[in-house]
């Protein structure tokens, strides 16, 4: 346990059997009054935020996270099972973990895991995956230019539109964030 006094942004704290990320604190000392401190917090699970105020001196209890670099190994039923690379221990995740972007999710990616009391609760991803598109209709001769855009089948089984001259074999980079095609790095 700790003062609320001493919440930072950044630091990560349990509410309510929730866990939260400090995004801002202001501590108020009005003329009258007991002073208080002014939060914004954020859900980890889901992201949404919480804006709450205590009083100074309140308790709150500190959450100490670990984030681990693991690699994806397989998926079986609703678990992803990741591996440790310093001692080779696996675990497995639930898909509910997952911040976004799973379905960019191929064997051997490295991701950061975030733990709180030696149990996993959180996935990040890299930001931008290289893909292999494996279905696309094919592209006409002089459509580079015009923006349009047509869907593709990623090796993930992902669903994304990609411009009009990718083409089946070619590798491409996509941000886990939002879903979106960013460039073509390999032609087959």
């Known amino acids: 346990m700790i003062s609320v006094n001493d919440v930072r942004s950044g630091m990560a704290v349990e509410l309510d059997g929730d866990l939260y990320i400090c995004v801002e604190q202001l501590h108020v000392k009005p003329g009258k009054g007991a002073a208080f401190v002014r939060t914004r917090l954020k859900k980890l699970k889901d992201g949404t935020v919480l804006e709450k105020t205590f009083r100074a001196g309140e308790k709150i209890i500190r959450a100490y996270l ?6 994806f190994l397989y998926h079986q039923d609703d678990n992803y099972i990741f591996m440790d690379q310093s001692n080779y221990e696996q675990w497995h995740i639930k898909e509910d973990d997952f911040k976004q972007g ?16 030696s149990k996993p609760i959180g996935v990040d991803l890299p930001i931008i995956v290289e893909l292999l598109v494996q279905e696309t209709e094919p592209g006409f001769k002089g459509d580079t230019v015009s923006g349009a855009t047509k869907q593709a089948v990623l090796e993930t089984g992902a669903k994304i539109s990609v411009p009009l001259f990718i083409e089946i074999g070619d590798i491409i980079r996509v941000d886990t964030r939002t879903g979106e095609y960013l460039e073509r790095t390999k032609t087959k």
Do not use: R
Request: proline share 0%; charged share 40%.
């Open 66 to 71: 670990e984030e681990k670099k693991m690699q």
């Open 102 to 117: 799973v379905e960019f999710l191929k064997e051997g990616l490295e991701a950061d895991v975030l733990f709180y009391q």
